[in-house]
């Protein structure tokens, strides 16, 4: 992915690029959820980073969320318990 970096992309690249739309992306620079550069007034994504990004975006499924938050409570009501 490394190889990519320097590349910049317009918003409609990047969401193209991320399987969204511009809408979806614009409202993520918003949030300053996402990586972007601003140059003057134009935002651009550099395209390693923008990779990057979407590599570590950890997705979990409805079950996989259930049982993490199951975990933490009884991970959290142990932990509370006296002695």
């Not at 992915?1 to 320097?6: C, D, L």
């Not at 959820?33 to 997705?59: C, H, N, Q």
């Not at 259930?66 to 959290?76: H, K, P, V």
């Amino acid at each position: 992915m490394r190889g990519n970096v320097g590349q910049l992309l317009s918003i409609p690249d990047g969401a193209v690029l991320l399987g969204q739309s511009e809408d979806w992306l614009r409202k993520r620079i918003e949030r300053r959820l996402i990586p972007f550069k601003k140059i003057g007034s134009r935002v651009y994504f550099d395209r390693g980073e923008l990779e990057e990004w979407l590599m570590a975006a950890t997705i979990v499924s409805p079950t996989e969320a259930l049982e993490n938050a199951q975990r933490m409570t009884e991970s959290n009501s142990n932990a509370a318990r006296p002695a």
